[in-house]
């Protein structure tokens, strides 16, 4: 039997943001109201899903898949940060999240964020 949690509990929000922002990039808040690209470390917000015109639809909750480095995230819940603004790495001091599933070939984790 084959499972999905694609869609559960998504939410996302409109920011403004930097130019340097590209969809699936993890994103962070810069000024009110405003996101930009994580670096090493950052507690990111959310993925963005598109961007366009100056604003990014940032997906904030909800289930999603993103890229990992370092250490496989185990399944359950995991505190997750920023490896940049392409991937996550297992952080002591990140931000709570379910992972659901891991695809360790691709190096993709899918989780609830």
């Known amino acids: 039997m084959e499972i999905s949690l694609q869609g559960y509990r998504e939410n996302v929000a409109t920011f403004e943001a930097d130019e340097t922002v590209r969809p699936g990039n993890l994103v962070k808040l810069t000024e009110n109201g405003k996101v930009g690209l ?7 917000i959310g ?3 598109s961007v366009r ?10 289930y999603c898949r993103l890229a990992y480095e370092g250490t496989q ?3 359950g819940w995991q505190t997750l940060s920023a490896k ?6 297992a952080d002591a001091a990140g931000r709570l999240c379910l992972v659901t599933d891991v695809d360790a070939t691709a190096k993709v984790a899918g989780m609830i964020l």
Do not use: I
């Open 38 to 44: 994580c670096a090493e470390g950052d507690l990111f």
């Open 47 to 49: 993925a963005a899903v």
């Open 53 to 62: 015109g100056g604003c990014a639809a940032v997906q904030l909750a909800g």
């Open 73 to 75: 995230p185990a399944l």
């Open 84 to 89: 940049g603004a392409a991937a996550v790495k």
